[in-house]
């Protein structure tokens, strides 16, 4: 009975993640579309998604905190919470949006997704958290996928002038969200999981809005209705619940299942950016794709469950 329940809560864990993945993936799009038709700024476009998102994640705050079974954070889990949300949904957000502005939906996320080698890295370095067999393997056909793809898409691309410094900072994003990603699994066992994104995103949030009040302008927050309904569709689509559905996979699987099966957004963004934004799909992404996927399945597919090491 024990060992049912148990093959259940991995099967749970796995579709929230990829749901959560694949919702985080319209980011991209929805950010492109943006630029493309309202002409504003990254910081801009930024402090509109935590505008919207804010309420959500404060009535979570409320609720988690007031709860019976709560248990109150001491300075450090405090510092550790904070310091995540910076680095997760602060930096990497900033970092993805202004990259986005040079390079193409599919190539962000391609670069993106080197986050995963870097979270499992910082597991085994830091954690001594050992890599198992089905993780490994599923990192290889992953990373195999996602590199095939990456230098295809840089052949018909490296003509844009900023097309480098865009890349860096998606490489930049990637590094940061990895932090997040490593961190994260080893502190939501102590916070819990929608407390912890309640709180992380509340102080990624107000890094947001400091950065804005020092360098944004207040005046572009009023251009129009179209820019703030696509703030309203970040929020809502591609930060909040997206947010609390990875917050519930590492609850359930640990970071290195989280981070390798997050590898189908770059599969995700390709067929929306070739069927929304118009981006061409070349045979390097297509053989990459499938790479990715059979990852992807590789961790979906577990005979027996695999207790996470404490």
């Not at 904070?82 to 680095?87: D, K, M």
């Not at 309203?232 to 099966?261: C, D, H, Y």
Request: charge should be positive; charged fraction near 10%.
């Amino acid at each position: 009975m024990n060992e049912v329940a148990r093959h259940k809560i991995s099967i749970a864990g796995f579709l929230i993640t990829l749901s959560g993945a694949i919702l985080f993936s319209t980011k991209a799009i929805i950010v492109k579309l943006a630029f493309g038709s309202t002409h504003t700024d990254a910081l801009t476009l930024l402090t509109l998604r935590m505008i919207f998102s804010l309420p959500f994640y404060v009535v979570a705050a409320f609720i988690v905190s007031g709860h019976k079974d709560n248990k109150k954070m001491n300075v450090k889990e405090w510092l550790l919470v904070i310091t995540l949300g910076i680095f997760g949904y602060y930096l990497s957000s900033l970092f993805d949006f202004i990259g986005l502005q040079y390079v193409s939906a599919g190539l962000e996320r391609l670069i993106l997704f080197l986050y995963p080698t870097f979270a499992v890295l910082i597991n085994a370095y830091f954690f001594r958290q050992k890599i198992s067999g089905i993780q490994g393997l599923a990192l290889v056909f992953t990373y195999a996928g996602i590199a095939i793809a990456y230098f295809g898409e840089l052949t018909t691309d490296s003509r844009n002038p900023n097309f480098y410094f865009g890349s860096f900072m998606i490489f930049l994003c990637s590094i940061t969200y990895s932090i997040y990603i490593a961190g994260s699994g080893k502190v939501i066992p102590i916070t819990g999981a929608n407390k912890f994104t309640a709180y992380a995103m509340l102080a990624a949030t107000a890094g947001i809005f400091i950065h804005f009040t020092i360098k944004g302008n207040i005046k572009t927050l009023e251009t129009g209705s179209t820019l703030w309904l696509y703030g309203i569709m970040l929020a809502v689509f591609s930060t909040v619940l997206p947010s609390f559905m990875l917050s519930q996979g590492l609850k359930k699987m640990g970071s290195n299942n989280v981070a390798i099966i997050s590898g189908i957004g770059p599969v995700s963004t390709i067929v929306q950016a070739h069927f929304i934004l118009g981006e061409k799909i070349f045979a390097a992404q297509i053989a990459g794709t499938l790479l990715v996927i059979i990852g992807v399945l590789l961790i979906g597919w577990r005979r027996k469950p695999v207790a996470e090491s404490a």
